[in-house]
T-cell receptor, first 113, second 109 residues
Framework: GEEVAQTPKHLVRGEGQKAKLYCAPIKGHSYVFWYQQVLKNEFKFLISFQNENVFDETGMPKERFSAKCLPNSPCSLEIQATKLEDSAVYFC???????????FGQGTRLTVV | KNEVEQSPQNLTAQEGEFITINCSYSVGISALHWLQQHPGGGIVSLFMLSSGKKKHGRLIATINIQEKHSSLHITASHPRDSAVYICAVGRGSQGNLIFGKGTKLSVKP
């Protein structure tokens, strides 16, 4: 597609439940990035992929967060046993190659209650 | 002290004014990004630069690597420029960014 598509737009989970977020990068883009925006302006890098390979996962809280980008499937970010502090907007972005412009999806707002 | 500092935090301008938003950082970087987040939440990448100056329509971004400082300028501002402008620096791999807290710009007609 011509835009980064994130689903769902909104997700509500009870504390302790699992949350799974999806991101379809722009067709032909090799790099995918996940970010977490807590409150209004606190962005944090989580993980990046080059095709289906993890490129940089230094921002991932490993205990409960995992992510995949499998061929011919949307990328996914999964949070096991969600906590209240996981409430945030999760943005996905993609770029065609390294050090080229990144395009952002509209985000998934996760609310943990 | 945050590794990426933006100023001002909030900025109100009249339509047509020249706008400057500043970003200072304290770490070595591979590239600096300026992002725009619309009131609805959508994010647009405006610039990625590692030296000098880039221009896109009414937007100009400059970076001084020695002084660890970047500026985003908007000429002839318009109410549709109202958004949060975010500076982010890349430290290693592309996409691994440290973000500033953003500058909320409001342009009044």
């Amino acid at each position: 597609g011509e835009e980064v598509a994130q689903t769902p737009k909104h997700l509500v989970r009870g504390e302790g439940q699992k949350a799974k977020l999806y991101c379809a990068p722009i067709k032909g883009h090799s790099y995918v990035f996940w970010y977490q925006q807590v409150l209004k302006n606190e962005f944090k890098f989580l993980i990046s992929f080059q095709n289906e390979n993890v490129f940089d996962e230094t921002g991932m809280p490993k205990e409960r967060f995992s992510a995949k980008c499998l061929p011919n499937s949307p990328c996914s970010l999964e949070i096991q046993a969600t906590k209240l502090e996981d409430s945030a907007v999760y943005f996905c972005a993609s770029s065609q190659a390294e050090w080229t412009e990144a395009f952002f999806g509209q985000g998934t707002r996760l609310t943990v209650v | 002290k945050n590794e990426v500092e933006q100023s001002p935090q909030n900025l109100t301008a009249q339509e047509g004014e020249f706008i400057t938003i500043n970003c200072s950082y304290s770490v070595g970087i591979s590239a600096l990004h300026w992002l725009q987040q619309h009131p609805g939440g959508g994010i647009v990448s405006l610039f990625m630069l590692s030296s000098g100056k880039k221009k896109h329509g009414r937007l100009i971004a400059t970076i001084n690597i020695q002084e660890k400082h970047s500026s985003l300028h908007i000429t002839a501002s318009h109410p549709r420029d109202s958004a949060v402008y975010i500076c982010a620096v890349g430290r290693g791999s592309q996409g691994n960014l440290i973000f500033g807290k953003g500058t909320k710009l409001s342009v009044k007609p």
